[in-house]
C-alpha cells in the first residue's frame, strides 16, 4: 500500500502485521476480488416487542453483542476465507465472531471503519410498540430520508465513510490481492453502492441474509 497516506490505511496496516499484502512495484495481470459478507446470526432475541426508546436501547445491546450458539458457516464462505489474501472485520463482536468462524486461524484486521451504519430510534409516541425488525426498517427509513440521526453518524457521513472503505479495498484488489471483508448487512450494501460507482463489476449478490456475500472484481 505504498504511496497511500491516512489513518485508514496506517490502520490497517499496523493491525494486518501477521498478514501480507503483495509489492505494488509489479502490477498483477489481473484485480482481486472484493468480497463482502455480512455476519452470522447475532445471540439477542428479536421476539420483543417495543417502543422507540426501548429499541435504541435494544440497538445498543445489539451492537455490543456476538453470535448465536451452534452456527455452522456456509462451506463457500470457508473457501473463500481459505482463498483471501487479506481478511477484514469490523470492530464489532458479531463480526469478529463470525471471523474467526471461518479463517480457520488465520490472522486477520479489524478496523471501525467497517461497522454497521447507526440506526437512532425513530421519533414515534411511546404507546406504538412492534418487532425489532420492523422498527430497525423504520429506523432505517427515517435516517436515510429525514436525516433523524440523534447526534450518532448522519448519512452523508456514512456515505463518505462507505467511499474510504471502497477505496481502501480497490487499492488492496488493483494490487493483485483477494479481500474479504466480515461486517454488516446495510453498510456492505453501502459499499457495494460504492465499489459499483467506481466501476467494478458485481460477481455475486445473495442479498442481505446472516453469512450472505457480495463479490466485486473490475472489469
Do not use: C
Not at 453483542?65 to 487479506?86: F, H, M, N, S
Not at 467497517?114 to 430510534?121: D, K, M, N, S
Not at 493483485?176 to 471483508?181: K, N
Amino acid at each position: 500500500m505504498r504511496g497511500r497516506d491516512g489513518p485508514l490505511a496506517d490502520r490497517l496496516l499496523h493491525n494486518m502485521a501477521d498478514v501480507t499484502i503483495a509489492d505494488q512495484a509489479s502490477p498483477p495481470a489481473k484485480p482481486g476480488v472484493i468480497t463482502l459478507a455480512r455476519h452470522g446470526e447475532p445471540a439477542l432475541s428479536r421476539k420483543v416487542r417495543l417502543n422507540a426508546p426501548e429499541y435504541g436501547e435494544w440497538w445498543g445491546r445489539y451492537e455490543l453483542g456476538g453470535l448465536k450458539e451452534g452456527q455452522t458457516p456456509p462451506d463457500p464462505l470457508i473457501q473463500i476465507a481459505r482463498e483471501a489474501d487479506v481478511i477484514i472485520a469490523s470492530t464489532r463482536r458479531r463480526s469478529i465472531e463470525t471471523a474467526q468462524a471461518v479463517v480457520g486461524g488465520r490472522a486477520f484486521a479489524t478496523d471501525p471503519t467497517f461497522i454497521e451504519a447507526p440506526l437512532p430510534p425513530p421519533p414515534w409516541p411511546l404507546w406504538l410498540r412492534m418487532s425489532p425488525k420492523r422498527l430497525g426498517f423504520f429506523a432505517r427509513f427515517w435516517w436515510w430520508f429525514f436525516n433523524n440521526h440523534g447526534g450518532q453518524e448522519t448519512r452523508k457521513q456514512a456515505e463518505a465513510r462507505a467511499a474510504q472503505a471502497a477505496e481502501l479495498l480497490i487499492e488492496l484488489s488493483d494490487a493483485g490481492q483477494d479481500v474479504l471483508v466480515v461486517a454488516h448487512g446495510f453498510f456492505n450494501w453501502m459499499i457495494a453502492d460504492a465499489l459499483k460507482a467506481r466501476g467494478l463489476t458485481k460477481l455475486v449478490d445473495e442479498g442481505h441474509a446472516y453469512w450472505s456475500i457480495k463479490r466485486f472484481r473490475r472489469a
